[in-house]
């Protein structure tokens, strides 16, 4: 799993993740970045799962519970870019529920509260 951060200006946070989101160790790693985007003051967080190319339920997991931490320190998270069989989890799981389910970075970063 490689994760990479980028930022839209001025104040959205782009977690690029590439890989399989999946039980086992690496999964952890969007946990921490997770975490380490709210102490340093993230609140606007979109998840670009385009590189994506497998998930499960710890996944699923991993990504409800980044959301409520961002939420609790006063943020929001987006999802943007899920295609194929992640798009399926995220359908069937109903994440959107939880979480924006957006197409692009784009679509996705122009529904944050200014």
Same mark, same amino acid.
């Given at each position: 799993?490689?994760?990479?951060?980028?930022? *839209?200006?001025? $104040?959205?946070?782009? =977690?690029?993740?590439?890989?399989?989101?999946? +039980? %086992?160790?690496?999964?952890?790693?969007?946990?921490?970045?997770?975490?380490?985007?709210?102490?340093?003051?993230?609140?606007? *967080?979109?998840? $670009?799962?385009?590189? =994506?190319?497998?998930?499960?339920?710890?996944? +699923? %997991?991993?990504?409800?519970?980044?959301?409520?931490?961002?939420?609790?320190?006063?943020?929001?998270?987006?999802?943007?870019?899920?295609?194929?069989?992640?798009?399926? =989890?995220?359908?069937?799981?109903?994440?959107?529920?939880?979480?924006?389910?957006?197409?692009?970075?784009?679509?996705?970063?122009?529904?944050?509260?200014?």
């Amino acid at each position: 799993l490689e994760i990479k951060t980028s930022r *839209i200006e001025p $104040d959205i946070t782009v =977690v690029e993740i590439n890989g399989r989101i999946t +039980i %086992g160790r690496d999964c952890k790693q969007l946990e921490w970045t997770t975490e380490s985007l709210v102490r340093d003051q993230a609140r606007k *967080i979109i998840l $670009d799962l385009s590189r =994506v190319t497998q998930i499960d339920s710890t996944g +699923i %997991g991993i990504i409800v519970m980044s959301a409520a931490q961002v939420k609790n320190s006063g943020g929001e998270l987006r999802i943007a870019g899920a295609n194929g069989h992640v798009e399926k =989890v995220l359908r069937m799981t109903s994440l959107e529920k939880v979480v924006p389910v957006h197409a692009t970075i784009m679509a996705a970063s122009t529904t944050f509260q200014h």
